[in-house]
């Protein structure tokens, strides 16, 4: 029984959200569990040459496109958690400190059938210290 439901979305890629966020809201409903939405941006390397804030605005602009997801497919009180880093560390990461008991996540669709699970998938399904429900991409 799941009380705390995780689903990164990463907001450039709706491979990453537009089957697993509908699945994510069943579970949610069916366990009456939280949602909470997790989008992890990339780390920003810090350059001689770069301003001291340089991407000091990523973490608002991903937060308000995550949010407009959301609001699109009647996602209604999902808490939504911006994490800078590895993508698969930082989820697991958030999972595990905040006590997520089951992680929501899409497979993308690749170019040969055994090729649907990407790194960060992986690497989640492999560490991760809850249950990890795949969501396949049916639209072959």
């Not at 069943?26 to 939280?34: I, K, L, N, R, V």
């Not at 939504?80 to 992680?103: M, N, P, Q, T």
């Amino acid at each position: 029984m799941a009380t705390k439901i995780l689903l990164p979305i990463d907001h450039t890629e709706e491979k990453s959200w537009k089957q697993a966020l509908p699945a994510a809201l069943e579970q949610a409903q069916f366990y009456g569990a939280e949602l909470h939405a997790v989008s992890v941006i990339p780390e920003i390397i810090q350059l001689p040459n770069l301003p001291a804030n340089y991407g000091a605005g990523a973490r608002d602009h991903v937060r308000q496109a995550v949010q407009v997801i959301l609001d699109h497919n009647d996602a209604k009180d999902v808490e939504i958690h911006i994490e800078e880093g590895s993508v698969y560390r930082e989820i697991l990461k958030c999972a595990y400190k905040e006590g997520f008991d089951l992680i929501v996540m899409a497979s993308t669709k690749g170019d040969y059938p055994n090729y649907e699970i990407g790194p960060n998938l992986a690497r989640v399904v492999r560490n991760a210290h809850c249950t990890v429900m795949v969501v396949r991409d049916q639209s072959r």
